[in-house]
């Protein structure tokens, strides 16, 4: 009976060994006929031609939109007082045109002095000149020697006397036309074609010079500024440079343009100027950055200009972001959503014979469309366009 039982058992054991040895063969050919399955699953797929293509290597830098030339006016208390302003806040000027005038009481006190004092002299002139001519008719009627010699005498001192104020004449001529220049300049004219920005109307009454001179208060004005003419020349682009960048930015270098401020649009242009030397501050901190180039901290800044071929829809003010041309050149390129990294490697899926493989490929510049293929790929051959993360190497493919 004992051997029987025990027959029994290992007769049970050995069933379920068996069972359990046929469950997992079962499993793992279930797995490898998914596999396969899924391998050769046929996916529609959009292809791509491996071409030549235009690529550039951009630098991307910072500025702002300026106008094309700003001509500030500054206050000279010397002059006097602002006496009256012609323009008002948005103007449009001419070149020339009348933007306000002094009055200076002092100037006109001497204009007067000056007019009187060429008065005086006319009036000598014409007295001295009227008594060389009754001589010279006394000269005539003289039967004498005596008094023939003492009307000669007599007018040849008239004579140095007319020269004398024909000379104070000239001075009085030359002092009037300085006088009169002045008076003139006390009208202060438009220097360009633009428009009136940031006038300070507040000044018109604020300033002005005593008879002593000019006023402690007023010395505290000079150099205020009174309007910004700005001009109706093309926008400018304006911003700086760290001496990195500088190294690889250049005048007439093709540039496009961004504005946060105007979406969905860009703008193309150049550089026209990058600086030779640092500035004085380094943007932003107002740090001085020394002298002959010498900075003060790791990096010297340099100012750089651009212009733009048009600028419809940008205004004074914008920031902007500036893709900087650097180079270009004809490259293999395929488009940058076929390529794919995984575990290191950079790799697309190139069709053949209706089936994609997977293909590792070295890539190089990229333009957010397009990237460069170094190696791994021929000119012609045909690429996945955005595959699948289910994609794997051998799956048949159909063609969009």
């Avoid at 235009?54 to 500054?74: D, F, H």
């Avoid at 002005?208 to 093309?234: H, W």
């Avoid at 105007?262 to 740090?287: C, H, L, M, R, Y």
Wanted: net charge neutral.
């Amino acid at each position: 009976m004992e051997l029987e039982r025990t027959e029994k058992v290992n007769t049970k054991k050995k069933r379920i060994i068996v069972g359990i040895a046929i469950l997992i063969l079962l499993v793992v050919a279930i797995n490898v006929f998914f596999m396969e399955k899924r391998k050769n699953v046929t996916k529609t797929v959009q292809l791509m031609s491996v071409t030549k293509r235009p690529i550039s290597n951009t630098k991307l830098i910072s500025g702002q939109v300026v106008p094309g030339k700003v001509e500030t006016i500054y206050l000279d208390p010397s002059k006097g007082k602002i006496k009256e302003i012609y323009v008002k806040e948005g103007q449009e000027v001419e070149k020339g045109q009348k933007l306000f005038t002094y009055e200076n009481d002092d100037l006109n006190l001497q204009l007067k002095q000056a007019s009187i004092d060429k008065k005086i002299t006319m009036l000598n002139y014409n007295q001295v000149n009227d008594k060389i001519k009754a001589l010279e008719k006394e000269k005539k009627a003289a039967s004498d020697n005596a008094s023939l010699s003492s009307l000669e005498s007599q007018l040849e001192e008239l004579e140095n006397q007319k020269k004398s104020i024909e000379l104070e004449m000239e001075k009085n001529q030359l002092q009037e036309e300085e006088l009169q220049s002045k008076l003139n300049q006390l009208t202060i004219h438009s220097p360009i074609n633009g428009y009136v920005k940031n006038l300070h109307q507040d000044l018109e009454e604020s300033t002005g010079i005593t008879d002593e001179g000019t006023s402690s208060e007023t010395m505290g004005l000079q150099g205020t500024p009174i309007m910004n003419i700005v001009s109706k020349e093309p926008f400018q682009i304006q911003g700086t440079l760290t001496e990195l960048q500088k190294a690889q930015i250049q005048a007439n270098q093709p540039i496009k343009v961004t504005a946060n401020a105007v979406p969905n649009k860009s703008w193309d242009g150049k550089i026209v100027e990058v600086s030779e030397f640092p500035a004085a501050t380094n943007p932003g901190t107002g740090q001085f950055s020394g002298e002959a180039g010498q900075s003060t901290s790791n990096l010297s800044y340099y100012t750089f200009k651009a212009k733009l071929h048009s600028q419809e829809g940008l205004s004074p003010g914008y920031h902007v972001a500036i893709q900087v041309v650097l180079s270009s050149k004809k490259v293999l390129t395929v488009p940058q959503n076929s390529v794919q990294e995984k575990g290191g490697s950079t790799f697309v899926y190139v069709m053949s014979k209706g089936k994609v493989q997977k293909r590792n490929i070295t890539t190089g510049i990229s333009t957010g469309e397009w990237t460069e293929v170094v190696d791994g790929l021929k000119e012609g051959e045909k690429v996945v366009k955005n595959p699948s993360h289910t994609m794997d190497s051998g799956m048949e493919v159909e063609i969009k």
